[in-house]
């Protein structure tokens, strides 16, 4: 089964205001449209820590396997997102972002205690999600947000926010070619080089041969040291 993709670029709100806005309901809807092992490409700034609270569960609730990929930032609540993922990947460029939770509050003495409270609290679920997937201890983890810290790539793998880097396929296509192919086209590129020189260095050539394959070895080495002569 294919794996699919899904997106979450921009903030995370409870409704949306605006068009790059992600809701827990419009995230759900793509969500649950297909089934299988998702990949979920994370770029956000952050946004409100219940929304995010309601889209980490429902990733950590999925029944497929969930790749999260941060290729460009993952900060403050996306990064309570990103670690709901089974494998976590980071771009060399990217960055991940945690602190403390913040809200705005009006009112006398009691309303702001009141206020403080929910805010130790809303640290404390958040610390619970960061726990989980790297193993610190609660304490470490509350420093680091109380720093409000930010990582690149390999800090954020040497503290357990992710587990590795992602990296460009260098599989190379030709290796699976015959041999007698990659021969053809390592002669290839030779006879063409040699061909460039010669017209370079106005150097009269010989006339074209049938079949490169036919060309001996001695014969490209006396056209190679023709060249030399006169570079």
């Known amino acids: 089964m294919t794996t699919r993709t899904l997106f ?3 903030t995370i709100a409870e409704e949306s205001w605006f068009d790059d806005d992600i809701t827990p309901a419009l995230f ?17 700034p952050g946004g409100d820590c219940v929304a995010a609270a309601q889209i980490y569960n429902m990733l950590m609730d999925y029944k497929g396997n969930v790749t999260v ?3 460009g930032i993952a900060a403050s609540a996306a990064s309570v997102i990103a670690m709901a993922g089974t494998k976590i990947m980071v771009s060399p460029v990217s960055m991940l972002m945690i602190h403390n939770p913040a809200t705005m509050a009006f009112g006398d003495s009691a309303e702001m205690q009141k206020a ?4 130790e609290e809303v ?7 960061y726990e989980i997937k790297t193993g610190l201890s609660r304490a470490k983890i509350s420093r680091l947000m109380d720093a409000e810290t930010w990582m690149n790539a390999n800090m954020a793998i040497e503290l357990g ?3 590795e880097i992602m990296k460009r396929d260098t599989q190379d296509e030709a290796v699976s070619l015959p041999a007698a192919s990659a021969s053809f086209s390592r002669a290839a590129v030779t006879n063409s080089l040699i061909e460039k020189l010669a017209a370079k260095c106005h150097i009269p050539t010989r006339p074209a041969e049938p079949a490169i394959s036919e060309r001996s070895v001695d ?4 056209r190679l040291n023709l060249i030399k002569q006169h570079i």
């Open 8 to 10: 979450l670029n921009g």
């Open 28 to 44: 759900k809807e793509e969500l649950l449209s297909g089934s299988g092992d998702i990949t979920v490409w994370i770029n956000s």
């Open 69 to 71: 990929k941060i290729d």
């Open 116 to 119: 403080i409270a929910m805010l």
């Open 123 to 129: 640290k404390e679920s958040i610390i619970n999600a």
């Open 161 to 163: 926010f992710a587990d």
């Open 219 to 222: 014969s490209l080495m006396e």
